[in-house]
Structure formats: C-alpha cells, structure tokens
C-alpha cells in the first residue's frame, strides 16, 4: 500500500460545477497537510494547507481534513476552464525540513 | 511570495553526455534546496536535499554518482545529470523553503526542467 493514495482521473467536469477531489492515506503520523496545483510542465504551487483536522475555505476553495479516516478533501465551487490542472495532495509529519510525501495527481478539466 | 527560478525549462540531449539544471532563489537566501523528479502521471519523488556548503543528502536508491548536485551559494543549486540515458528522461523540480511561510507549507518550487536523451 502507497503512503499516498490519488484517482489520476481525468476527472472532466462542466463550467461551474462542484469539484471534490481526494486522497487517502496510510501514516497516521501526517499533520500537515497541503493541496498542490500544477499545469502542465510547470512546477506545482501551493494552493491551501492545513494543519491536523479540520476544514479551511479561501475563496472558492475549501480544504478538509479527517484523520480518524487519514482522508483529506479539496473542493472547487464555481470551478473554472482556468482550473483545468493537475491537483496533487501532499502531506508531511512535522514541521520545518520535514520531507514531503506526494500523492500522484488529479488532472482535473473543466470544459467551457 | 518567493520565486525560484529554474533553467532550462526544457532540454534535449544526446545519450552519454551530461545535462547541468540550475536552480535559483530569488530575493531570499535559501540554505537548503530539495530536487525532486516527476514521471508521467506520477507523484514527486524526492531525490535529494541539497545543503549550501555541504555535501547533499540523496534519497534511498537515487545514484549520487550520476546524479550531482552543488549548492555553492545561498541562492544557487545546481543538478547535473552525468551520462544521460533515456531512462533518466522526466522532469525534474527544484524547491526551496520560502522564509515567509512556516512549518512544512512554506515550499517553493521551480518551473521544472523537461529532460529528453535520445
């Protein structure tokens, strides 16, 4: 079993449609965890995080965490074609250097 | 935010010769960079931590050998691929700690560089 789990889709959804994007994961010890957005050939940039349990929302983003079931959650509202992306989760124990643990990516796109 | 730069963003080269990937921070000092690659429709896979000064720290199974990597500066480190094989054909991502940002949120990451041997 991988660390991190992520559908690799594509997931193809209209304009303006609700978006919910997943990952699982195995090591309970995970407290940080964040949502990476990257276009193609390009490098990822973050896009929410969040510590231990819990939601956060930043504009039409919201990003859930539980980790009674080690599953994190990214919606989109009112997704957008500019949305079309790869999204991957990433999730790390402890703060500072701590390494990185990446799931594979949801290529998310959003037709017009 | 932070910038990181990172050049090429694409190169092709021939099986055998070797390919230098630069990274650089931009407007802050980064004393540790982190150089990762990516296959297709695979996540990141950290392939070393690269410390200014000092030796970097390669991940289990990455060759150091052919895979080079020399922070010489605060704000440069470079990857240089020695001896290219088309197996080493992926894209490769360089990141460093953005001092705004705390905890294990505060990662930027370069443009990435697409490597093709042939």
């Known amino acids: 079993q991988k660390e991190v789990e992520q559908d690799p889709g594509p997931l193809s959804v209209p304009e303006g449609a609700i978006v919910s994007l997943n990952c699982t994961y195995s090591?309970?010890?995970?407290?940080?965890f964040m949502w990476y957005r990257q276009y193609s050939r390009k490098g990822p940039e973050l896009l929410m995080y969040?510590?231990?349990?819990g939601n956060k929302e930043d504009g039409r983003f919201t990003a859930q965490v539980d980790k009674s079931s080690k599953y994190i959650s990214l919606f989109i509202r009112d997704s957008q074609p500019s949305d079309s992306a790869t999204y991957l989760c990433?999730?790390?124990?402890?703060?500072?250097?701590?390494?990185?643990?990446f799931g594979k990516g949801t290529m998310l796109l959003v037709s017009p | 935010g932070a910038v990181v730069s990172q050049h090429p963003s694409w190169v092709i080269c021939k099986s055998g010769t070797s390919v230098k990937i630069e990274c650089r921070s931009l407007?802050?000092?980064?004393?540790?960079m982190f150089w990762y690659r990516q296959f297709p429709k695979q996540s990141l896979m950290l392939m070393a931590t690269?410390?200014?000064?000092?030796?970097?720290?390669?991940e289990q199974g990455v060759e150091k050998d052919k895979f080079l990597i020399n922070h010489a500066s605060l704000t440069l480190s470079t990857l240089t691929v020695t001896s290219a094989h088309p197996e080493d054909s992926s894209f490769y991502i360089c990141?460093?700690?953005?001092?705004?940002?705390?905890?294990?949120?505060?990662?930027?990451f370069g443009s990435g560089t697409r490597l093709t041997v042939v």
């Open positions: 407007d802050f000092q980064a004393t540790t």
């Open positions: 090591n309970s010890a995970f407290q940080y």
């Open positions: 990433a999730m790390s124990a402890g703060s500072g250097y701590s390494t990185l643990t």
């Open positions: 690269s410390n200014e000064g000092s030796k970097a720290t390669y």
């Open positions: 969040t510590y231990s349990s």
């Open positions: 990141s460093a700690r953005d001092p705004g940002r705390g905890g294990s949120y505060g990662y930027t």
